[in-house]
């Protein structure tokens, strides 16, 4: 884009939609984006049409199957009426699909409000209009507005000694016991979909290890498990809040990068993610694993504390280049929360993921074992807190988290199934 004097400064999330005019076709992904250029409304046109043209798109019938369909919907505040273009688009008024993006790249309030206003007009649709957000090249987007979604279960694989629960459990890439354990966790009632691997624990008062010492704990690892067509459909992420470390797992097989700072202890994890081209999971905590157990006073309440935060990391991300459709959101059960300020994120998670501004994001929470559990229920060995587990995600499925981090696969994965059983349907 950059190449043809386009610079893209926001966009939308994707919207997966049936085809509205001509409907015996595939669905269409929908967006909307706002650039910055100095071409003429005619030059964009030529522009975009040459897009079209190197992307494969060939002229069928009106509103029929293409391959990509680039269209200006505004130009600033001019109007535009020929028979080769108009602006405003004539028919973006009729359009949940196009109306609903376009108030995402609003920059303006004011022109929000009158693009909601036509949003509000609209006749009410039996289809709902989810976003998408891609995990791997391997699995289905996550549909997170999607009320039958299922819930992903993703794997926690600690390649650290020491974890708070399952430190030097692991052997790095030891092929003998590495296979099968994954093997074990595609064999169950509800398999994983998402593997973290990680190499650096984020417990408190943990000590740093160097980059170079955490990429030779997971490296071997992900690349094993992407050599091996036994776990083809698996998608992998990298848990770590380094961008040296999350550029190579990624150049390794990697697909989506967890980062429990929000690039926040690296200044150059969000350009590099932008750089990538990867999902990222955005983790909402305060200061360090040294300090965050200080950083508990939430003067507005710990969900609209956490909502706030979480939003100016989003719009950090997109400001540097970041999709809206390439983001996940985790309000950080256990980091800089105390433990009724865990309890009220799982009670009154649907509050907070219905904040302005976070609203269709997917989310992920990771309270398996956690400390508030033991202190809850008794249970002092972080290995043994799985009823208390079950009950967090399944607080958090019931709530509308996408995907869950867990540790114990087998009881867990039981635990989600069931749970979407009963609330995603």
């Not at 989810?130 to 600690?158: E, F």
Request: proline content about 8%.
């Amino acid at each position: 884009m950059r190449d043809r004097g386009l610079k893209i400064l926001r966009t939308s999330a994707l919207y997966e939609t049936k085809a509205m005019y001509l409907e015996d076709q595939q669905s269409f992904i929908n967006g909307a984006c706002e650039v910055e250029t100095s071409l003429g409304p005619f030059e964009l046109l030529d522009q975009l049409k040459e897009i079209e043209k190197n992307l494969g798109r060939e002229k069928t019938i009106e509103n029929g199957p293409r391959t990509i369909d680039l269209d200006i919907l505004l130009y600033d505040n001019k109007i535009v009426e020929d028979e080769r273009l108009s602006v405003p688009h004539k028919r973006m008024r009729e359009r949940e699909f196009v109306l609903r993006p376009l108030c995402e790249t609003m920059p303006m309030p004011s022109s929000i409000a009158t693009f909601q206003d036509l949003l509000d007009t609209l006749p009410p649709s039996t289809e709902v209009l989810s976003p998408l957000t891609p995990l791997s090249s391997r699995l289905d987007p996550v549909s997170s507005q999607n009320p039958g979604r299922p819930t992903h279960v993703m794997a926690i694989l600690n390649l650290t000694p020491d974890s708070f629960s399952d430190g030097g459990l692991h052997p790095i890439a030891d092929p003998g016991l590495l296979i099968p354990t994954l093997q074990s966790y595609l064999n169950q009632p509800n398999p994983i979909s998402i593997l973290d691997v990680g190499g650096q624990s984020t417990r408190p008062h943990a000590p740093q290890i160097p980059p170079e010492e955490e990429l030779s704990r997971i490296l071997p690892t992900i690349k094993l498990v992407r050599s091996d067509p036994l776990f083809h459909k698996l998608a992998i992420s990298v848990d770590t809040y380094r961008t040296s470390v999350a550029a190579a797992a990624i150049e390794a097989g990697a697909d989506l990068i967890n980062d429990v700072s929000a690039g926040q202890m690296d200044p150059e994890m969000l350009p590099t993610i932008a750089r990538l081209g990867c999902t990222c999971i955005l983790m909402h905590m305060r200061g360090t694993p040294e300090t965050m157990n200080k950083l508990t006073d939430y003067p507005e309440g710990v969900i609209n504390g956490v909502g706030k935060e979480l939003l100016a990391r989003v719009r950090e991300a997109e400001a540097v280049g970041i999709r809206r459709w390439r983001i996940m959101l985790d309000p950080g059960i256990g980091f800089a929360k105390t433990q009724a300020q865990n309890l009220e994120l799982l009670r009154r998670f649907p509050e907070l993921r219905d904040i302005e501004g976070l609203r269709g994001f997917p989310w992920v929470i990771g309270a398996s074992r956690k400390g508030f559990i033991g202190k809850i229920t008794g249970v002092e060995e972080a290995s043994e807190r799985k009823w208390g587990t079950a009950a967090a995600i399944t607080a958090a499925v019931q709530g509308g988290a996408d995907v869950v981090r867990i540790h114990d696969v087998g009881e867990m994965g039981q635990v989600v199934k069931m749970a979407d059983a009963i609330w995603r349907v």
